[in-house]
């Protein structure tokens, strides 16, 4: 079945970018939506950025809008999470997760599959 492995993480500065990367292994990622989540410690899971497969709509927190932007290659299975001006609040474990559901969105309840998580502290 499918699998997801997220890299990419790191320390960045304030204001800053980052690149993050979700490979899919076990199934094409062409028939999958795509949603990025992070956790910051003694927080809740939350939606970051989502978009259907193919691209129908494409989803941002207001936390987030403007500065992130959500991508795909599925000729290399691969998702991306472009994150600049970067912001200490952004600090967190970023999940990649899938779902072949039609109801995908910044819900974490939507989807079926997820990677470990990567690590992205932004600290000056």
């Known amino acids: 079945q499918l699998q997801l492995v997220e890299s990419g993480g790191g320390l960045v500065q304030p204001g800053g970018s980052l690149r993050l990367s979700c490979v899919a292994s076990?199934?094409?990622?062409?028939?999958?939506?795509i949603g990025w989540f992070r956790q910051a410690p003694g927080k809740e899971r939350e939606g970051v950025a989502a978009m259907g497969a193919p691209i129908s709509s494409v989803y941002y927190s207001d936390a987030v809008k403007g500065r992130f932007t959500i991508s795909r290659n599925n000729a290399v299975n691969t998702a991306y999470l472009q994150m600049n001006s970067l912001k200490p609040e952004d600090t967190g474990v970023y999940y990649c997760?899938?779902?072949?559901?039609?109801?995908?969105?910044?819900?974490?309840?939507?989807?079926?599959?997820w990677g470990q998580g990567t690590q992205v502290t932004v600290y000056s």
């Open positions: 997760a899938a779902t072949q559901g039609w109801n995908y969105g910044l819900g974490p309840g939507t989807y079926d599959y």
């Open positions: 076990g199934r094409t990622l062409d028939y999958y939506a």
